[in-house]
């Protein structure tokens, strides 16, 4: 068990930054997950965490004790390479057991035994003990990696993408023992992911990193309802949220919209109204999730008319892309639903559910009912409607 604090970290390879200044605080016994797109820094914080790189400016703590100076192998951390790290000259068997044999934390024999077919089994790969790393695929190879990693019961875990290389079947599962295993354990786990649906499933929390700063810290609720700006917004979801331009105007004593280049207005939620209202704001950007909107091909008096842009089947639903005078609004269909390019599609927009930011920096302003929406299933808090 161990609390993970970072203090103002900053790392630089040359004159590329890849941590400016960064802080963190990781509870005990915390699922932690770190996300963003490539090169945003995560990898380079694990192993700063780790102890394989040095920050240049910065503490480490762990437990409150700065490691900065202290060896990887004296913190008492286990970590899953997103290059899976094994040694070529051992078999599986010895791979996974490796940590238990090491001076520092050496186990007997009967109990590595134990723990190496307990995770072997687990992972899927109990027939594959006497083979080599050459021998194996790259989803082998991955979880022979994730296996090491679990066969100790350290402080903390760090995973650098460790479900990457794996088939779809294998890493839903994959998803549902890691958490089992973190809660089993009491463990401290860190996890590195640039896949939105790892991030909100297995989180406590998450950190969004872009270019080695946090954009946003919090739960996957808040990443998604009210993410911090709309570099956060476009990456949770599928299909990617819609974010478009809109008009604030008054009309008889209400705040309405116009976006899209309609001619209709759409009158907005009173808390919006207020906070809209009080930034004395002309202009915002308008993001839409593809659910919160509607679609008919028979004409629909009000609604918006565009055309079929591209669909997308993807099995359990398609993707729609409809084209608005020039802007291309994604949605949600039905999965038998079948549309030639260039149709003719009428679209309603529920804009209660509507995330409002700044026009010029791109900020996050506000939504309706913004608390109840990130709120959890069972908080006590949590009325009926």
Same mark, same amino acid.
Not at 216 to 220: C, P, R
Not at 254 to 277: N, S, T
Not at 310 to 317: A, C, D, F, V, Y
């Given at each position: 068990m161990a609390r993970i604090t970072l203090e103002n970290i900053t790392k630089k390879y040359k004159d590329k930054a890849a941590l400016r200044s960064l802080s963190l605080d990781v509870a005990d016994n915390e699922f932690f997950v770190l996300f963003g797109p490539a090169g945003a820094g995560k990898t380079t914080l694990l192993k700063t965490i780790a102890g394989i790189e040095f920050p240049q400016e910065g503490l480490v703590r762990i437990n409150g004790e700065i490691v900065n100076l202290i060896e990887p192998m004296y913190r008492n951390i286990s970590m899953v390479f997103e290059n899976y790290a094994l040694y070529p000259h051992m078999s599986?068997?010895?791979?996974? /057991?490796?940590?238990? %044999?090491?001076k520092l934390y050496r186990k007997e024999e009967s109990y590595i035994?134990?723990?190496v077919a307990r995770v072997t089994k687990m992972m899927r790969i109990d027939g594959l003990l006497d083979r080599k790393p050459s021998q194996l695929s790259n989803g082998q190879r991955q979880r022979v990696a994730i296996g090491r990693c679990l066969v100790r019961t350290p402080n903390v875990f760090l995973m650098d993408e460790p479900l990457a290389h794996l088939d779809a079947k294998l890493r839903? +599962?994959? %998803? =549902?023992?890691?958490?089992?295993? @973190?809660?089993? +354990?009491?463990?401290?786990t860190i996890y590195v992911t640039h896949d939105y649906m790892e991030a909100m499933s297995l989180a406590d929390r998450i950190a969004v990193l872009n270019e080695g700063r946090i954009e @946003?810290?919090?739960?996957?609720l808040e990443m998604y309802y009210t993410p911090r700006n709309e570099f956060v917004a476009r990456l949770f979801g599928e299909p990617e949220i819609n974010i478009f331009d809109g008009e604030l105007e008054e009309r008889e004593g209400?705040?309405?919209? %116009?976006?899209?280049?309609?001619?209709?207005?759409?009158?907005?939620?009173?808390?919006? /109204?207020? /906070?809209?209202?009080s930034g004395g704001r002309r202009r915002v950007h308008v993001g839409l999730r593809g659910g919160d909107v509607r679609f008919s091909f028979a004409d629909k008096g009000g609604w918006i008319k565009g055309s079929v842009y591209?669909?997308?089947?993807? =099995?359990?639903?398609v993707i729609m892309v409809v084209d608005v005078n020039g802007t291309q609004i994604y949605l949600v269909a039905p999965n038998d639903t079948k549309a030639e390019i260039d149709k003719p599609v009428c679209i309603d927009m529920d804009i209660r559910n509507a995330i409002f930011f700044d026009a010029e920096s791109g900020e996050y302003i506000i939504r309706h009912d913004a608390e109840r929406c990130c709120r959890k299933p069972g908080d006590a808090t949590e009325t009926r409607r």
């Open positions: 599986v068997y010895d791979n996974i /057991a490796s940590p238990m %044999r090491s035994k134990e723990q839903h +599962f994959m %998803r =549902g023992e890691l958490k089992e295993m @973190q809660s089993s +354990f009491s463990s401290t @946003q810290l919090g739960t996957s209400r705040l309405c919209l %116009r976006a899209l280049g309609q001619a209709e207005l759409m009158p907005l939620e009173d808390d919006v /109204a207020h /906070a809209l209202r591209t669909n997308e089947p993807i =099995g359990h639903k």
